[in-house]
């Protein structure tokens, strides 16, 4: 009896085991040294001058980190933007994260980036560790998120940049008080550096960094959830030298441009996915694919501008589509990227759906699409 009851568990046991889903753990990679790449839709980056260090890739914007006897080193994933437009252009950009950190020695948490025209290198500085940066006497003090930040330039000569050993200027919007988690909502720090006659020029890149300086540490960074587009409830003041007003950080598109990343926007259809080649974008590569998101819109009349190409010589064919209507067709004719501009298009106002959508590819092409810019006509 006692037999029968052992067998009957070890067979109830084995379909279990056969109705169970087979679930395969994709393992993340670490890298040591310098190098770039793309993962999960972000940009990562993990740079030194010498030292020991990992970085190992999490998935989406996530990443843990680890340094010890450097000199300098940074660990950063966001988004490389190239230097095509200047930060206006993208609408609002905001970043979500948390950060389990843990430096010994001089290290900031921050966002962090470059632009061109002018040569800049920024830091908007959470936290810190045994030294708050950068040092001297702030321009202004502004509140964004919330929270209190000091605003100062500086000069950098004859150090390492994206174009090489060269003097450029620093920007800093440094906390007054730490933190590892929250809300920073990127565009109104540049606003309110603008304010204070720090102008930025074109965005090469927009990333949550964490760098080390001459010290030991580790972080793990658990959220990082970067995006572009649409409009800041944030709000911030600022008071100092350079500004004793307020400024609004809300923007709209009856008023410059938005641009939209369309890795951001709900992907629809039976084969539409993420590349990262050859730029951060999507793939439609099959009829009625589709990439989706909805716009609130001031006034009924924009110019839409789509950055795009062909999986090869072919030409392609993305159709743009407003509150469920047909507005006209983006054209791609061959593989190397390109912006195709359908002009003074009409549309309902208020939340629209905006959508573009693959149709008639005849088996021929794929459409591969970057942003969607969206400007007054």
């Not at 080193?73 to 609408?91: E, H, I």
Request: proline content about 3%.
């Amino acid at each position: 009896m006692q037999r029968k009851r052992l067998m009957g568990f070890v067979a109830l046991m084995l379909c279990m085991a056969l109705l169970m889903p087979t679930v395969s753990a994709k393992a993340a990679t670490t890298i040591y040294n310098e190098k770039t790449g793309t993962e999960g839709g972000y940009d990562y980056c993990l740079w030194k001058d010498y030292g020991d260090t990992s970085m190992t890739l999490t998935g989406g914007g996530t990443f843990e980190c680890w340094w010890e006897n450097i000199g300098n080193a940074l660990f950063r994933k966001g988004k490389t933007l190239g230097c095509v437009q200047n930060y206006a252009s993208y609408g609002n950009i905001k970043l979500d994260y948390g950060v389990d950190y843990q430096p010994n020695g001089n290290s900031y948490l921050c966002v962090y980036g470059w632009s061109r025209n002018p040569l800049v290198e920024y830091y908007i500085v959470d936290s810190w560790g045994t030294w708050r940066p950068p040092g001297g006497s702030p321009k202004a003090t502004v509140t964004i998120d919330g929270g209190t930040y000091q605003i100062y330039e500086t000069t950098r000569v004859n150090q390492p940049s994206i174009d090489g050993n060269t003097t450029f200027k620093q920007y800093w919007s440094v906390r007054t008080s730490k933190r590892t988690s929250g809300t920073i909502t990127v565009s109104d720090h540049f606003k309110a550096w603008a304010n204070c006659g720090m102008k930025l020029g074109s965005l090469y890149e927009v990333t949550l960094c964490v760098e080390g300086y001459q010290s030991s540490g580790w972080a793990n960074v658990y959220k990082n959830n970067l995006t572009f587009g649409g409009s800041s409830s944030s709000g911030s003041s600022s008071s100092g030298s350079s500004n004793s007003g307020s400024s609004s950080s809300g923007s709209s598109s009856s008023s410059g441009s938005y641009v939209t990343q369309c890795e951001n926007m709900t992907l629809g259809g039976s084969y539409a996915g993420k590349i990262s080649s050859p730029f951060s974008g999507v793939a439609l590569y099959g009829n009625n694919d589709s990439a989706k998101y909805t716009q609130n819109f001031g006034y009924g009349t924009h110019n839409f501008t789509l950055r795009g190409c062909s999986n090869n010589s072919e030409m392609a064919q993305v159709d743009l589509y407003i509150g469920g209507q047909k507005k006209g067709t983006f054209y791609y004719g061959g593989s190397y990227p390109a912006s195709y501009t359908i002009k003074n298009v009409s549309h309902g106002t208020g939340n629209q759906e905006v959508k573009l959508v693959c149709t008639s590819d005849n088996g021929k092409w794929d459409a591969y699409i970057d942003y969607l810019e969206i400007t007054n006509p």
